[in-house]
T-cell receptor
Framework: AQTVTQSQPEMSVQEAETVTLSCTYD???????LFWYKQPPSRQMILVIR??????QNATENRFSVNFQKAAKSFSLKISDSQLGDTAMYFC????????????FGAGTTVTVRA | EAQVTQNPRYLITVTGKKLTVTCSQN?????MSWYRQDPGLGLRQIYY???????DKGDVPEGYKVSRKEKRNFPLILESPSPNQTSLYFC????????????FGPGTRLTVL
């Protein structure tokens, strides 16, 4: 079974600053997918960014980027130029490349952006 | 609009009173799944379905039932709810291929007294 660990329950950042969320995972799979989801107060689950394990290049989506370290089984999310609308809970998730398409989630990190 | 819908969005019930949370998607997705979200635990998969009449247990299936009689619908049934099933529930769907996005419903907040 895959486990995903987010060691930071809460983080606070000043508007326009940068914040990095950590995520580590445990798997014996060689190929897989990693995701970061955002859950604002509306509770909707929103896909922020995804990474395929066989791709060495780190994924980037506008102000969101990841640092994927396959050997270390680490997948951190960097939010640059933080905005008030980034205030949310962020979940790291893992999915095997083949099988039941189950997403295994971490416990989440609550990010608060201060004005 | 492509979406996953869930009903009801909020439900307060009592122990032992059977309930059903409906889930429907309009994207012709083969795969559907139910998750529950609890503080400090993230989201955990309850049941999933790869296609019509094909369902299987996830990580926390105890106390739940599902059915997949139509491609678009995947109801979650709690035949005898207990307080430990108080949680936030999400339905999700996706196409059956390796890299497609999983779409989530808006969530159902269930309280069992």
């Amino acid at each position: 079974a895959q486990t995903v660990t987010q060691s930071q329950p809460e983080m606070s950042v000043q508007e326009a600053e940068t914040v990095t969320l950590s995520c580590t995972y445990d798997t014996s799979e060689s190929n897989y997918y990693l995701f970061w989801y955002k859950q604002p107060p509306s509770r909707q689950m929103i896909l922020v960014i995804r990474q395929e394990a066989y791709k060495q290049q780190n994924a980037t989506e506008n102000r969101f980027s990841v640092n994927f370290q396959k050997a270390a089984k680490s997948f951190s999310l960097k939010i640059s130029d933080s905005q008030l609308g980034d205030t949310a809970m962020y979940f790291c998730a893992f999915m095997k490349s083949m099988g039941d398409y189950k997403l295994s989630f971490g416990a989440g990190t609550t990010v608060t952006v201060r004005a | 609009e492509a979406q996953v819908t869930q009903n009801p969005r909020y439900l307060i019930t009592v122990t032992g009173k059977k309930l059903t949370v409906t889930c429907s998607q309009n994207m012709n997705h083969e795969y559907m799944s139910w998750y529950r979200q609890d503080p400090g635990l993230g989201l955990r998969q309850i049941y999933y379905s790869m296609n019509v009449e094909v369902t299987d247990k996830g990580d926390v299936p105890e106390g739940y039932k599902v059915s997949r009689k139509e491609k678009r619908n995947f109801p979650l049934i709690l035949e005898s709810p207990s307080p430990n099933q108080t949680s936030l529930y999400f339905c999700a769907s996706r196409r059956v291929s390796s890299y497609n996005e999983q779409f989530f419903g808006p969530g159902t907040r269930l309280t069992v007294l």
